[in-house]
Nanobody, 115 residues
Protein backbone atom coordinates (compact mmCIF):
# COMPACT_ATOMS: atom_id res chain seq x y z
CA UNK A 1 0.00 0.00 0.00
CA UNK A 2 1.23 3.48 -0.91
CA UNK A 3 0.91 6.54 1.29
CA UNK A 4 1.25 10.11 0.06
CA UNK A 5 1.74 13.02 2.45
CA UNK A 6 1.87 16.69 1.51
CA UNK A 7 3.28 19.60 3.49
CA UNK A 8 3.99 23.28 3.08
CA UNK A 9 0.61 24.87 2.55
CA UNK A 10 -0.48 28.01 4.33
CA UNK A 11 -1.47 31.63 4.05
CA UNK A 12 0.54 34.00 1.88
CA UNK A 13 0.02 37.45 0.42
CA UNK A 14 -0.38 37.94 -3.28
CA UNK A 15 3.01 38.12 -4.93
CA UNK A 16 4.57 35.90 -2.31
CA UNK A 17 5.98 32.39 -2.47
CA UNK A 18 5.33 28.99 -0.98
CA UNK A 19 7.01 25.63 -1.37
CA UNK A 20 4.98 22.45 -1.21
CA UNK A 21 6.55 19.08 -0.59
CA UNK A 22 5.24 15.57 -1.02
CA UNK A 23 6.60 12.24 0.12
CA UNK A 24 5.35 8.88 -1.10
CA UNK A 25 6.09 5.79 0.96
CA UNK A 26 5.09 2.17 1.18
CA UNK A 27 4.99 -0.42 -1.55
CA UNK A 28 6.45 1.66 -4.35
CA UNK A 29 8.41 -0.37 -6.86
CA UNK A 30 8.80 2.17 -9.57
CA UNK A 31 7.51 5.70 -9.43
CA UNK A 32 6.65 6.87 -12.90
CA UNK A 33 5.01 10.20 -12.31
CA UNK A 34 4.54 12.49 -9.35
CA UNK A 35 2.65 15.72 -9.43
CA UNK A 36 0.08 18.14 -8.13
CA UNK A 37 -3.52 18.92 -8.80
CA UNK A 38 -5.52 21.66 -7.14
CA UNK A 39 -9.15 22.26 -6.40
CA UNK A 40 -10.62 25.65 -5.64
CA UNK A 41 -13.97 25.96 -3.86
CA UNK A 42 -16.82 25.04 -6.20
CA UNK A 43 -14.49 24.05 -9.01
CA UNK A 44 -13.15 20.82 -10.44
CA UNK A 45 -9.75 19.42 -9.62
CA UNK A 46 -7.23 20.54 -12.22
CA UNK A 47 -3.66 19.58 -13.01
CA UNK A 48 -1.01 22.01 -11.79
CA UNK A 49 2.17 20.19 -12.77
CA UNK A 50 3.74 16.78 -12.90
CA UNK A 51 7.16 15.32 -13.44
CA UNK A 52 8.19 11.87 -14.62
CA UNK A 53 11.09 9.72 -13.51
CA UNK A 54 13.40 11.33 -16.08
CA UNK A 55 12.63 14.80 -14.77
CA UNK A 56 10.47 15.86 -17.66
CA UNK A 57 7.79 18.25 -16.40
CA UNK A 58 4.37 19.39 -17.56
CA UNK A 59 2.68 22.57 -16.34
CA UNK A 60 -0.76 24.08 -16.56
CA UNK A 61 -0.75 27.24 -18.65
CA UNK A 62 -1.92 29.27 -15.68
CA UNK A 63 1.21 28.50 -13.65
CA UNK A 64 3.92 28.44 -16.31
CA UNK A 65 6.77 30.75 -15.43
CA UNK A 66 5.64 31.01 -11.81
CA UNK A 67 5.68 27.44 -10.48
CA UNK A 68 8.50 24.93 -10.65
CA UNK A 69 8.14 21.24 -9.95
CA UNK A 70 11.15 19.11 -9.07
CA UNK A 71 11.98 15.66 -7.83
CA UNK A 72 13.72 15.64 -4.49
CA UNK A 73 17.06 14.07 -3.66
CA UNK A 74 15.25 11.46 -1.60
CA UNK A 75 13.44 8.82 -3.56
CA UNK A 76 9.76 9.39 -4.13
CA UNK A 77 9.67 13.03 -3.17
CA UNK A 78 8.48 15.98 -5.18
CA UNK A 79 8.44 19.70 -4.54
CA UNK A 80 6.40 22.52 -5.97
CA UNK A 81 7.96 25.96 -5.73
CA UNK A 82 5.24 28.56 -6.17
CA UNK A 83 6.28 32.15 -6.84
CA UNK A 84 4.33 35.30 -7.72
CA UNK A 85 1.23 33.81 -6.18
CA UNK A 86 -2.13 35.20 -7.24
CA UNK A 87 -5.52 35.22 -5.54
CA UNK A 88 -6.71 32.64 -8.03
CA UNK A 89 -4.05 30.20 -6.85
CA UNK A 90 -6.05 29.70 -3.67
CA UNK A 91 -7.02 26.03 -3.53
CA UNK A 92 -6.41 22.72 -1.88
CA UNK A 93 -3.34 21.21 -3.51
CA UNK A 94 -3.25 17.44 -3.87
CA UNK A 95 -0.11 15.44 -4.51
CA UNK A 96 -0.35 12.20 -6.43
CA UNK A 97 1.96 9.41 -7.45
CA UNK A 98 1.62 6.84 -10.18
CA UNK A 99 3.35 3.57 -9.44
CA UNK A 100 2.75 0.36 -11.38
CA UNK A 101 -0.25 1.96 -13.11
CA UNK A 102 -1.90 2.77 -9.79
CA UNK A 103 -2.57 6.35 -8.76
CA UNK A 104 -2.47 7.29 -5.09
CA UNK A 105 -3.56 10.67 -3.76
CA UNK A 106 -2.60 12.61 -0.68
CA UNK A 107 -5.10 14.27 1.63
CA UNK A 108 -4.33 17.73 0.30
CA UNK A 109 -2.83 20.90 1.71
CA UNK A 110 -4.56 24.25 1.68
CA UNK A 111 -2.94 27.25 0.03
CA UNK A 112 -4.63 30.58 0.65
CA UNK A 113 -3.47 33.71 -1.16
CA UNK A 114 -4.67 36.97 0.33
CA UNK A 115 -4.73 40.49 -1.08
Amino acid sequence: QVQVVESGGGLVQAGGSLRLSCVASGSIFMTNVMGWYRQAPGKQRDLVANVDASGSAVYAESVKGRFTISRGNAKNTVHLQMNSLKLEDTAVYYCYVISLRTTTWGQGTLVTVSS
